[in-house]
């Protein structure tokens, strides 16, 4: 397999079915600025700005969040228990139907 099948809500409620490749090192805040969903990842995926925060909303095993990720999100607007950076949520196999909502822009 070298695609899964990713949902993003966006802020509106809009549901998308995205395709995400396997091989190519992706994250999810770089699979929606390549469906050119309203997601900035200004620090470009280095878990320093926290504006590609979204919710968790699948029963989707993660990787335990690192140290970077929690000091960012501690700094968070609309942070919740479910809340992940998108830029630290590599595609791979393992997190095939994964469903996530896109947090509040401050």
Do not use: W
Not at 61 to 88: H, I, K, T, W, Y
């Amino acid at each position: 397999m070298n695609e899964i099948n990713v949902t993003v809500i966006d802020r509106e409620g809009v549901s998308h079915k995205l395709v995400a490749p396997t091989d190519m090192s992706m994250n999810i805040m770089e699979v929606c600025k390549a469906y050119e969903l309203p997601v900035k990842g200004e620090c470009g995926g280095m878990a320093m700005c926290a504006t590609c925060q979204c919710y968790l909303e699948s029963d989707t095993e993660l990787p335990e969040q690192s140290d970077d990720e929690l000091d960012m999100l501690d700094q968070a607007f609309f942070v919740e228990d479910n809340s992940r950076l998108g830029c630290q949520i590599q595609i791979s196999e393992e997190i095939d139907g994964i469903v996530v909502r896109l947090a509040p822009e401050e």
